[in-house]
């Protein structure tokens, strides 16, 4: 606790009038690029699975948690101590099968007090606890995870199966009449329809998207990189060369 008292008492001094300009001039908003960055880069660090790195991008997050708190102490708005209140009790709250009296005897049971206590505490709205800001795919995860928490859901996979064929059809005919709002819309149905079946196979939409991104990114950069080698402009080859480099790389990556 002696070292965060000091970080709070470091940001107060870049804050005061004989502090840093840069740092006495940003607003939460100006600080949200910063804050977001941070975050991706800690959760890169922890798919790495770098500890030593981790260590160093968990600081940079919790220096924008002190820097956000001290401009809200800065405006009379709430302190550290509300902060860590909060909480602290909402932690309580929120796990009434250990501090309290109701039973859960697995992670579903836990999942479903979670999301009660959550709507309740978000005026009884059931997906009024995620943030419009989050990442599409994410955001409908989660909005299906707390529909399904109150029995909204699909019966079985097969179901989400059935409906992705009849999202794909509609898709089809929306390209047929060559209606660009439909196709959107429908297609919209379809990444939709797609997450709904990621969730049933407990896998995460937006991490698979992640893994095919980074696959993607490392496959295309090894070809430029075969092209940098060889001295060849890479935007002079043709898609058949290419193809027969990314194959190449692709076939290498499956035998190591």
Same mark, same amino acid.
């Given at each position: ?12 001094? *870049? ?11 940003? %607003?939460? +908003?100006? *600080? ?12 890169? %660090? ?30 009379? @708005?709430? +302190?550290? =101590?509300? &902060? *860590?209140?909060? /909480? ?7 796990? #009434? ?10 992670? !579903?049971? &836990?999942?479903? /007090?979670?999301?009660? @206590? ?12 995620? #943030? ?18 109150? =029995? ?17 059809? !509609? ?5 047929? !009449? ?11 149905? /379809? ?44 935007? @002079?080859?043709?898609?058949? !060369?290419?193809? %027969? ?10 035998? /190591?």
């Amino acid at each position: 606790m002696i070292l965060f008292d000091e970080l709070i008492e470091l940001v107060r001094k *870049l804050r005061s009038p004989e502090g840093c300009p840069w740092d006495r001039e940003q %607003t939460r +908003t100006s *600080l949200i690029p910063y804050f977001i960055e941070e975050v991706y880069e800690a959760v890169e %660090t922890i798919e790495n699975r770098d500890a030593e790195k981790l260590k160093d991008e968990l600081g940079d997050v919790l220096l924008h948690v002190v820097f956000q708190t001290v401009i809200a102490e800065e405006n009379k @708005e709430f +302190t550290f =101590g509300d &902060v *860590l209140q909060n /909480i602290r009790d909402k932690m309580i709250r929120r796990h #009434p099968h250990v501090f309290g009296t109701d039973p859960a005897s697995s992670p !579903e049971d &836990v999942n479903r /007090i979670w999301e009660s @206590e959550k709507s309740r505490e978000k005026s009884g709205r059931i997906l009024g606890g995620i #943030p419009k800001g989050l990442p599409e795919l994410h955001r409908a995860y989660r909005m299906q995870q707390k529909a399904a928490s109150v =029995g909204f859901d699909w019966d079985k996979v097969a179901d989400v199966w059935k409906k992705l064929d009849e999202e794909i059809g !509609e898709f089809h005919r929306a390209v047929g !009449e060559k209606d660009k709002d439909a196709m959107e819309d429908e297609l919209g149905d /379809i990444l939709f329809a797609l997450v709904n079946l990621s969730r049933f196979y407990d896998l995460h939409p937006g991490m698979a998207l992640k893994r095919s991104n980074d696959k993607f990114y490392r496959r295309f950069s090894e070809v430029e990189n075969h092209y940098n080698e060889d001295k060849k402009n890479i935007q @002079e080859a043709s898609l058949e !060369e290419l193809d %027969t480099v990314w194959n190449k790389i692709k076939r290498c990556e499956k035998n /190591i």
